[in-house]
């Protein structure tokens, strides 16, 4: 392949000018759109520009981010002396019509016509600006063959990194549940009495709570435990939209190694309702902002929020969740904490993209050493509690139909006759003319 002359990866001072009218004149923001990849011999410095446009930066951390990326460049345009442009249109067609100049000349000294077609083809690739950005489109070939990275999670098998909604009804034990998260993350210790998970720090947002409450629930939360070095907490967060993103970012760019944070609640932090939005669009907007967060800093970010107080009539358990479905829709990860039959029990259902649906039984006392204990499958675990039942009852009573035992116990006649032939073939029970008895 022919050698590039090394000016091809320098700046003109007509480029350079340019940069100066986009950093020093004030209105970035205004005129960068109309620049184009290709207007740069460097496409790496239109991509730096590109990226601080989208993440809506402030000017002046533009350019001392500018200088540290590029400081030869900077340096020189130091000595140049810029003045502000008299037309900063015509100055941008000069630029234009010097790179159109210099790819014809590279063109031309290029001996490999594969290698003429190809700069020619970039040069098209990026003749476009910020509003003209052109998709990427993958094959299914190239996406079969790429190989990503493992999912890593904040509690292996149940919490992925990413945007996690935790919901719940009142006194379910939302908060004691996330407080035990940071917790176990910062300790580097089990969640759930059992789930190794990975150490690092956690962030914990007690916004409903006063620091003498957060300080009285840690006590009792860390069961004689120390508590962990590598937890914070906070009592007071931002609107998202009103600082509370950069206040988040702030500790996460000062705290490398965090692996969760948790916001408690999420009304608290939500921008104030407008009227003329949609609640949908809404949701999503809050949600995405939060799970870009969690996405840039490889995190999960856990948020705590309310059920609606009627939820009988719903066919999925998660319509209960207060909002919109641009909450849920948004979200990696949703768990959902509800009272259980047994007195201690919360049953905590969980659905998300990377997660299989599952729903467990916790064992919830502050009494216990462990004050969260994963019992198991709820199916599992209330099948066991039936059973029991049911062999309680043949003993004492012998022979039974599956209605007169369905009425005696209070359950469901299907249910109950499902889980008799269950036990008829696990050998547990026997079957004489549709009267069933134990096993002999």
């Not at 392949?1 to 350079?16: G, L, P, V």
């Not at 993350?185 to 990975?198: K, N, T």
């Not at 956690?202 to 840690?218: F, T």
């Not at 502050?366 to 019992?375: Q, S």
Request: aromatic share 8%; with cysteine; hydrophobic share 35%.
């Amino acid at each position: 392949m022919t050698i590039i002359a090394d000016n091809y990866f320098s700046t003109s001072s007509n480029e350079r000018y340019l940069l100066w009218a986009l950093l020093y004149d004030a209105q970035f923001y205004e005129l960068f759109p109309d620049v184009y990849r290709s207007d740069f011999q460097r496409c790496e410095i239109y991509d730096f520009m590109a990226e601080s446009y989208h993440a809506k930066a402030d000017e002046t951390d533009i350019i001392k981010d500018f200088r540290k990326r590029f400081p030869t460049v900077a340096e020189t345009m130091d000595g140049e002396h810029h003045e502000s442009l008299p037309s900063y249109y015509s100055l941008l067609d000069t630029v234009r019509k010097e790179s159109k100049e210099l790819l014809r000349q590279r063109l031309a000294s290029l001996r490999d016509p594969d290698d003429a077609f190809r700069d020619l083809d970039n040069y098209r690739k990026n003749q476009h600006g910020i509003k003209h950005a052109g998709i990427k489109y993958l094959s299914a070939m190239e996406l079969m063959e790429k190989v990503f990275e493992p999912i890593k999670w904040c509690v292996p098998g149940l919490i992925p990194d990413g945007l996690i909604m935790l919901a719940g009804k009142p006194k379910v034990g939302k908060s004691w549940l996330a407080l035990h998260l940071c917790h176990a993350v910062a300790f580097g210790g089990y969640a759930f009495g059992s789930i190794d998970v990975p150490r690092g720090k956690a962030l914990y947002y007690g916004l409903e709570d006063s620091e003498r409450r957060l300080k009285e629930r840690l006590k009792a939360i860390s069961c004689e435990l120390p508590v962990p070095d590598g937890l914070y907490l906070s009592t007071k967060l931002s609107r998202l939209d009103d600082g509370g993103l950069d206040e988040i970012s702030t500790w996460l760019d000062d705290n490398a190694d965090a692996r969760l944070v948790v916001i408690d609640t999420l009304a608290r932090v939500k921008p104030k309702a407008r009227r003329s939005n949609d609640a949908y669009e809404n949701d999503t907007e809050i949600m995405s902002g939060l799970q870009e967060l969690a996405m840039r800093y490889g995190i999960t970010v856990l948020v705590v929020h309310h059920m609606r107080k009627n939820t009988r009539d719903s066919d999925d358990v998660f319509d209960g969740v207060l909002g919109s479905t641009g909450l849920t829709g948004t979200a990696d990860a949703t768990l959902l904490l509800q009272r259980g039959r047994q007195t201690k029990e919360i049953v905590m259902s969980i659905t998300g993209r990377d997660v299989d649906e599952q729903e467990l039984s916790i064992a919830f006392s502050l009494a216990d050493r462990v004050p969260f204990r994963l019992l198991g499958s709820t199916d599992e675990i209330h099948m066991s509690d039936t059973r029991k039942e049911i062999l309680e009852y043949l003993q004492e009573n012998g022979k039974t139909t599956p209605k007169e035992l369905a009425t005696a116990l209070g359950k469901n006649y299907s249910t109950t006759k499902t889980m008799l032939q269950r036990m008829l073939a696990d050998g547990v029970v026997s079957n004489n003319n549709g009267k069933y008895e134990i096993y002999t």
